[in-house]
């Protein structure tokens, strides 16, 4: 009796053992539990049985992952070019992983360092070298085609912008040139009394964010089919980020004053582009109880913003909280800006270079940490800062010697990691991420619908030790 009474248990747990909970469940709650899973648990929840292939593929269920993954993207139901939706999935799962569709190397034309700057967007990727700096390269990722731009007034370009259709050059004596990519069409230049740190475009309208050295933030709006600049003026405190938004002509500012708990926000509403302000509001934001001097924390905002669509975001790395990184984020469409942590359990933050960054979704961004041979992955939805080994090519020589066959231990103070000379430059899209070195550089494709094959570019090789 006991025997059997152990294997009638046995039989009952295996049975239990067989039970397809998930199979069993009606479709509605299937979705609801898609809700609380991750990208990679999609992907592998198809892989368990044909039975859980065909319920996580079936268009039910795709739909609802997809409505969460396109704004994840920056993406909006407009921008769908495929009807498959595992395509999305497949490629933020690629961005939050580092799992590119391909990687590929492309070595650099008769020079042998790498550029003062490279930037990449709308599938085009332009670059400055360091020994030519008055051209520009422009590379189209779709057909591969080149093509030099070359400053008009044959001055040193100190950066270059890229947004949209528009290139813009930037120069040492602060006139910043700007052409219509798709006509190659010069639109006009101006000097202005500031440096110009950030150029976005809405339409046909550049809204450029300068700053006085030393002194306020300046915003100025250029008509590039009039060819007329209006400034705003000048603000008194460090701007935080602003947003561009074309169809309705308003420009949103948002000044940050980091001297008070909870610190406290200035949002204004401009005109575009007559500068009329439209309206203005203050509200605080919380900070986790910390209290963070601007003193501390202005040498890590790089000026930059990152724009998908009504979303506009930006990061700044308190140096009095060396394990975290407060991201910006405001939405046009809901009028909202909201502050997220993302933590850092590995010392990445004080060895990154802020201002190499390859900002990817309205969450993702990628940097390089030199120190640590790593990529640094700063996602702000799941709040986490993940570490993704370096691997070199086989061709990348020059970068095997320069970062050594093994790295001293992190050792650099905080707050380090705002200066000193990189080994690689990062940059990116949503589409594509790239590492230049002085040998070339690694170009990443994450969008499955997008792998180009550009007639220089060589499959990726990786040396066996590396990473």
Request: net charge negative.
């Amino acid at each position: 009796m006991k025997l059997r009474k152990n294997g009638g248990d046995n039989a009952a747990a295996a049975d239990r053992g067989k039970h397809d909970i998930i199979g069993s469940l009606p479709l509605e709650l299937v979705i609801h539990v898609v809700d609380y899973l991750d990208h990679i648990d999609i992907i592998r929840n198809q892989r368990v049985s044909r039975r859980w292939r065909s319920i996580f593929s079936s268009d039910v269920v795709l739909k609802a992952i997809l409505a969460r993954t396109l704004p994840a993207l920056g993406l909006e139901p407009t921008d769908i070019a495929t009807a498959n939706p595992m395509t999305y999935i497949r490629w933020l799962y690629g961005l939050q992983s580092a799992r590119p569709v391909r990687k590929v190397f492309l070595r650099w034309r008769g020079s042998s360092v790498k550029p003062k700057e490279i930037l990449c967007d709308s599938r085009r990727l332009c670059y400055l070298m360091a020994d030519n700096d008055t051209e520009v390269v422009m590379l189209e990722l779709e057909t591969g085609k080149r093509s030099i731009w070359t400053n008009g007034t044959n001055s040193h370009i100190r950066t270059i912008r890229l947004s949209g259709r528009y290139l813009f050059a930037i120069s040492w004596d602060r006139v910043v040139t700007a052409w219509d990519i798709p006509t190659s069409r010069k639109l006009g230049e101006h000097k202005f009394p500031w440096l110009a740190l950030h150029i976005t475009v809405a339409k046909s309208i550049a809204v450029i964010r300068a700053s006085y050295t030393p002194g306020p933030d300046s915003i100025c709006v250029w008509d590039l089919h009039s060819d007329r600049v209006n400034e705003f003026g000048s603000f008194l405190s460090r701007m935080c980020l602003c947003h561009a938004n074309a169809d309705e002509n308003v420009l949103v500012t948002f000044v940050i004053d980091w001297d008070v708990e909870p610190i406290e926000m200035q949002q204004t509403k401009w005109s575009l582009p007559d500068g009329k302000q439209l309206e203005q509001k203050q509200f605080r934001l919380p900070i986790r109880g910390y209290h963070v001097l601007e003193t501390d924390v202005a040498g890590t905002m790089p000026g930059q913003y990152y724009t998908f669509g009504d979303k506009t975001t930006t990061q700044a790395f308190p140096e009095e909280i060396p394990h975290s990184t407060a991201h910006f984020s405001y939405d046009y469409a809901v009028d909202q800006l909201s502050l997220r942590w993302i933590d850092c359990i590995e010392p990445a933050n004080d060895f990154i270079f802020v201002a190499l960054c390859g900002f990817l979704t309205p969450y993702i961004a990628y940097r390089w940490a030199q120190q640590l041979r790593s990529i640094a992955i700063y996602n702000a939805a799941t709040g986490s800062t993940t570490l993704h080994a370096y691997q070199l090519d086989i061709h990348e020589i020059s970068t095997r010697n320069l970062l050594g066959a093994r790295l001293p231990p992190p050792s650099r103070p905080n707050g380090e990691h705002i200066r000193g000379n990189s080994v690689l430059i990062s940059f990116g899209d949503r589409e594509v991420f790239g590492l230049a070195s002085d040998d070339g550089m690694q170009l990443w494709f994450f969008n499955p619908d997008f792998v180009p094959d550009l007639p220089d570019a060589e499959p990726f090789l990786a040396v066996e030790e590396s990473g």
